[in-house]
């Protein structure tokens, strides 16, 4: 057989070494991909005013779901490669890769032309308002074109550092990430053209991320190729869904986060208090990428070394990935609760009402940094030695079966503060169970590795 080799020694190399290598790059990538989403707010928040990021705020579960859909498929497939690659099955990691884009290509075409057809009754069901309903419409207008590359470009990052090139995974968001600057500036304040102007800014910077991403596996890529069959193709495409279901559904859970938080602000403060839980939900992706960093750093370390057998390796590379975990949720928590008005003051101006109150709430809010870290890091580990079923289970409380009864009920036992408590408590009683579990499994296989 052929010997390939990715461009990192996942089998012999130092494990921090490793880690660091894929560490700095993957998050700078991911933070500036998180820009495009911050920038958006900030542009639409200084150039429109509080209903625009108000009317942003109601689309971005859409733009979630999307996420959601290619991290799926961009772990099912990377953790699926990863472990063909440790066994020198080069054409089956290919080959999965390929049919993951595949269907990604077939489901992200039905939904854009669903969307499309169906506008108004998607910013309805997404709990958009009259008042907000024009700005919501021209936003996912002009953001259609986007969700559609959007898919591409998220398992192009995961395979991309699987394969040995997390520096180029970086360019791919950091590029992208100047260009939606740039001409988000442009067009919300030169052209004047508010929320539509900010979603064409931020399609044509996916849409650039989404070519550097098929450039890289044309012309770059070490081991991976696209090389289609469509043996398997059924059976194959479902083991990527069940690996990376926790991944999409940590999406949703983002987006039921952000339906139920704008549901309950609405209900407790009206289109004011959408406004300032959308600088939260602004936040939100920047702390979920550097979380993410450190689960995608160690991800394809772990599922290398879990296919080659090395478990020694793979409890090492998940030690390290808790310990930066817990110390990247201390700095976002601290970064967030001590510089809450000038935060507000990027978006709006923090006198008014719905600054006011967001001054007031994210110091609160800013907790959930210090749970959400580590159980991402606990959920990413799951995912990579093919443990399915705990990762989807420890998703779904985190942001769906904790996080729904938070948010109806804190606010009734401690008003004010309750609402923005919600998140940090559905996270921190998520890690003790995580904790608890991990824990209890480690004792019954002591020394495994393979918890």
């Keep these: 057989m052929e010997q390939k080799t990715t461009g990192l020694d996942y089998a012999g190399g130092k494990i921090s070494r490793l880690f ?5 790059p993957t998050l700078l990538g991911l933070i500036f991909n998180a820009l ?29 779901v999307v996420t959601g859909s290619g991290l799926m498929f961009g772990i099912g497939s990377s953790v699926i490669a990863g472990i063909a690659i440790a066994r020198e099955d080069y054409r089956r990691a290919s080959i999965n890769t ?19 057809i169906f506008k108004v009754p998607t910013a309805r069901m997404l709990g958009c308002s009259d008042r907000l309903l024009p700005g919501a419409l021209d936003y996912l207008t002009w953001l259609i074109p986007g969700i559609f590359f959007l898919i591409f470009e998220c398992i192009g990052m995961m395979v991309i550092r699987l394969d040995g090139s997390p520096k180029f995974a970086m360019y791919c968001n950091i590029i992208p990430a100047v260009i939606n600057i740039v001409l988000d500036y442009y067009l919300v304040f030169p052209c004047g053209m508010g929320v539509k102007g900010a979603a064409i800014a931020t399609s044509a910077s996916i849409a650039i991320g989404a070519a550097m991403v098929f450039v890289y596996f044309i ?5 991976i190729k696209f090389i289609w069959s469509a043996r398997n193709f059924f059976s194959n495409t479902w083991r990527q869904i069940q690996i990376g279901s926790s991944a999409f559904i940590t999406e949703i859970a983002m987006s039921v986060m952000m339906l139920t938080g704008n549901y309950m602000f609405m209900k407790y403060y009206g289109d004011t208090g959408v406004a300032a839980f959308s600088i939260a939900c602004y936040l939100f992706p920047l702390m979920f990428m550097m ?37 990247c949720g201390l700095i976002a928590f601290l970064a967030i609760a001590f510089w809450a008005k000038p935060i507000v003051s990027l978006f709006i101006s923090p006198m008014c009402d719905a600054g006011r109150l967001a001054v007031a709430g994210l110091p609160v809010y800013s907790a959930c940094a210090l749970f959400f870290a580590v159980n991402i890091s606990f959920i990413g580990y799951y995912q990579s030695i093919e443990k399915a079923f705990k990762a989807m289970v420890f998703t779904l409380m985190r942001g769906i079966i904790v996080l729904i009864p938070m948010f109806y009920i804190l606010p009734e036992i401690i008003p004010g503060a309750g609402i923005w408590a919600a998140i940090p408590a559905s996270e921190a009683i998520t890690l ?20």
């Excluded at 660091?20 to 700095?24: A, L, P, Q, T, V």
């Design 291 to 327: 979380s993410n960093a450190v689960a995608q750093s160690a991800q394809p370390i772990i599922s290398y070394n879990y296919g080659a057998g090395a478990s020694r390796r793979v409890s090492e590379a998940f030690r390290l990935s808790v310990k930066v975990a817990a110390l």
């Design 219 to 223: 012309r770059f890529s070490y081991v």
């Design 98 to 116: 390929t049919q993951a884009c595949v269907l990604s290509a077939v489901i992200i075409s039905l939904l854009v032309v669903m969307i499309f």
């Design 36 to 64: 495009i989403t911050i920038v958006d707010g900030i542009f639409v928040g200084q150039g429109v005013g509080p209903d625009g990021i108000a009317a942003v705020n109601i689309i971005a579960p859409l733009y979630m």
């Design 20 to 24: 660091s290598k894929m560490f700095f």
């Design 432 to 451: 003790a169970a995580i904790t608890l579990t991990y824990l209890y499994t480690r004792r019954r296989h002591s020394g495994s590795g393979q918890d």
